[in-house]
């Protein structure tokens, strides 16, 4: 029996958090942390921080608003994506 493979054109998109963004995140720095987070898993704020060269006074804004949106979550001191 004949293995076949299936052709990538007709394969469904995943979801990739390196090429898909979610739709509403529009602020620059809220990006920048979204795609960390992607690439890095889940971070501790230090992580983030040093990482990013972001102050811990910015980063937290940023934390708040992608958390409210539901694109992070916080489990015990780490950061991660939702």
Same mark, same amino acid.
């Given at each position: 029996? $004949?293995?076949?493979?299936?052709? *990538?054109?007709?394969?469904? $998109?995943?979801? =990739? *958090?390196?090429?898909?963004? *979610?739709? =509403?995140?529009?602020?620059?720095?809220? !990006?920048?942390?979204? #795609?960390?987070l $992607?690439?890095? %898993?889940?971070? +501790? +704020? =230090? =992580?983030?921080? @040093? %990482?990013? %060269?972001? !102050?811990?006074?910015?980063?937290?804004?940023? #934390?708040?608003?992608?958390? @409210? $949106?539901?694109h992070? +979550?916080?489990?015990?001191?780490?950061?991660?994506?939702?």
């Amino acid at each position: 029996m $004949a293995t076949t493979q299936a052709d *990538p054109r007709n394969a469904e $998109a995943t979801e =990739d *958090p390196m090429t898909e963004l *979610p739709a =509403d995140l529009s602020s620059p720095r809220g !990006k920048l942390v979204y #795609l960390y987070l $992607a690439t890095h %898993g889940a971070v +501790e +704020e =230090d =992580d983030l921080c @040093e %990482g990013l %060269g972001m !102050k811990r006074i910015s980063l937290y804004s940023i #934390l708040q608003t992608l958390r @409210e $949106a539901g694109h992070v +979550e916080r489990v015990e001191s780490r950061y991660a994506l939702a």
